[in-house]
């Protein structure tokens, strides 16, 4: 199938302020060399710890945050050297679902500015009778009384405010959706209902997604493809039932031990991994994941596994897998 976006070897580093006039000569390596891509139509899971790098990864696609090296395709075009303008021409086509749904809407504003902003912005000749209408539109489409028009965002429950947040994206007719922990901010009960909506809605305007979890259980039943990531990098990538039922890295099988599967029978072992993640500004040599791996070897201590493909686009960053 035909890709989406290609992500090339991107970069994102934050400089860190050395003292008020220091020049600052370290970086937190946020996203560290990550490659990827997402095919027409498909839902790829980016999954992995707080500060693992998925949401740096996520806004610099979106170019909302800058990246520092790397290629970004998107639908044939190299974005990743446009400038602010010609960027807002593609940011109609790929949209951004936020994690929280309570500050990511302007409390001040109703919801018919709040997603009629994008017609405002992208739209300029609609005039207000039919952006309301447009507005409206979006509402049902997301399962909320179209009449919520005039409402703000204090008068929503956080699920309610979480479909403002999908109908927003929506307004555009994009061709890509990051949606960055769409449910983790919402109660256990409303996530499988934002998810559905989320599945839905793929069908019906035919959409891509990169859907960013810290949760493998999260992204199961959506994923086509789930990528883990670990320190600024991606250590595993496959289709989402090999990676649940054939998991190759010992960082995803620990990630996986902690989450009941009930459809596979074998009884597994929890994984308890020692110690915190180390700092991206300083990550450790040779394989990332060495300090915390309970399959380390010394090779790993000095060499970085490359990122390979193990068999049907199996991609795992191991020397256990990959010599
Ligand atoms: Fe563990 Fe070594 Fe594989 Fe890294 S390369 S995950 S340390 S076995
Ligand atoms: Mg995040």
Redesign the pocket.
């Known amino acids: 199938s035909e890709k989406l976006l290609e992500v090339k070897d991107l970069k994102t580093y934050f400089p860190i302020q050395n003292g008020l006039f220091g020049r600052s000569t370290k970086y937190v390596k946020a996203v560290d060399g990550v490659s990827f891509d997402v095919y027409k139509g498909e839902t790829l899971g980016l999954v992995g710890e707080s500060g693992c790098g998925k949401s740096t990864t996520g806004r610099s696609i979106m170019r909302l945050i800058e990246p520092t090296e790397g290629k970004i395709i998107f639908d044939g075009k190299d974005i990743s050297s446009l400038n602010k303008k010609q960027m807002l021409k593609i940011r109609r086509e790929m949209q951004m679902i936020f994690q929280d749904p309570f500050s990511s809407l302007n409390p001040r504003k109703m919801v018919k500015e709040i997603i009629g902003a994008a017609f405002e912005i992208h739209m300029s000749s609609m005039r207000k009778k039919e952006r309301e209408e447009e507005v409206a539109k979006l509402l049902e489409v997301v399962g909320l009384n179209p009449d919520y028009i005039t409402r703000y965002p204090h008068e929503f429950s956080g699920g309610q405010r979480q479909r403002i947040g999908i109908a927003r994206s929506l307004a555009l007719k994009p061709k890509l959706i990051i949606a960055d922990e769409p449910v983790s901010a919402l109660d256990v009960s409303i996530q499988s209902q934002v998810l559905n909506l989320l599945n839905k809605l793929q069908k019906q305007f035919s959409l891509t997604y990169i859907f960013i979890a810290h949760d493998l259980s999260v992204v199961r039943h959506l994923s086509d493809r789930v990528g883990v990531m670990y320190l600024g990098k991606i ?1 595993e990538l496959t289709d989402a039932n090999r990676l649940y039922t054939k998991p190759a ?3 995803t099988k620990a990630l996986l031990s902690a989450i009941p599967i009930p459809e596979i029978g074998v009884k597994r072992e929890r994984i308890i991994l020692e110690g915190d993640v180390p700092s991206p500004i300083n990550p450790p040599n040779g ?1 990332r ?2 300090t915390r ?1 309970p ?3 010394d ?2 201590k000095e060499k970085e ?1 490359d990122f390979k493909d193990i068999g049907d686009k199996h991609y795992v ?4 897998v990959n010599g």
């Open positions: 250590v890295h010992p960082y394989c994941f060495h791996c399959k380390c070897m090779i790993c596994p960053a191991c020397h256990l």
